[in-house]
């Protein structure tokens, strides 16, 4: 079955530390996003990618970096720059950044600060 | 300045009824796109349904229809003959154009709550 697989679900991290969040597609989409959600919130988008080697911030990018080397992966690192990372994190594929696609979810990486 | 408005924290609605989750908007792009999610307890994202800003009738998915009403920058979600199942926090979101970078925003959320 195609679909979006993040990994681990649960991570912890220590103060100082960076740490990668992991996002695996096999949809064949173009396009793939990472999304924060806080507790009671609505998802805030982080970075996203239209195609390989190609990606832009979004709204809440600092203290977060991403690579798009190849089309089906996405990875998320959360640097020690970031400072109060204790969230769910969500990412997402669709197979255009235009048009009435709407996003496949993976089931989410909750990081925890430790 | 909050682009995506969800008034409704959360709202209860008997089995079998027909309940409306409000969502309001804000753009200034002509060409955009709104959206519903569902996120269940598990807390994976449903998408359920999508309108454009240039489609002349509302969506309908199944038990799913979005209310357009395009000049009051509204995309309402109706669910009819409501479900336990639909137990779940839903999410209105929009896709600005091209001035926005085809981003998509998300509004922060009802929880509806099915009772038996």
């Known amino acids: 079955d195609g679909g979006i697989t993040q990994s681990p679900k649960y991570l912890f991290r220590k103060e100082g530390q960076n740490v990668t969040l992991s996002c695996e597609q096999n949809l064949n989409h173009d396009a793939m996003y990472w999304y924060r959600q806080d507790p009671g919130q609505g998802l805030r988008l982080i970075y996203y990618s239209q195609i390989v080697n190609d990606f832009q911030k979004g709204d809440i990018a600092e203290g977060y970096s991403v690579s798009r080397e190849k089309k089906e992966s996405f990875p998320l690192t959360v640097t020690s720059a970031q400072k109060n990372p204790t969230a769910f994190y969500l990412c997402?594929?669709?197979?255009?950044?235009?048009?009435?696609?709407?996003?496949?979810f993976g089931s989410g990486t909750r990081l925890t600060v430790v | 300045a909050q682009k995506i408005t969800q008034t409704q924290p959360g709202m209860f609605v008997q089995e079998k009824e027909a309940v409306t989750l409000d969502c309001t908007y804000d753009t200034s792009d002509p060409s955009y796109g709104l959206f519903w999610y569902k996120q269940p307890s598990s807390g994976e994202m449903i998408f359920l349904i999508y309108?454009?800003?240039?489609?002349?009738q509302n969506a309908t998915e199944g038990r799913y229809s979005l209310n357009f009403q395009k000049a009051r920058k509204s995309a309402n979600l109706v669910i009819s003959a409501s479900q336990l199942g639909d137990s779940a926090m839903y999410f209105c979101?929009?896709?600005?154009?091209?001035?926005?970078?085809?981003?998509?925003?998300f509004g922060a959320g009802t929880r509806l709550f099915v009772k038996a």
């Open positions: 979101a929009m896709r600005e154009g091209q001035g926005g970078g085809f981003k998509t925003i």
């Open positions: 309108q454009g800003s240039y489609d002349q």
């Open positions: 997402a594929s669709s197979i255009s950044l235009t048009g009435g696609y709407g996003y496949t």
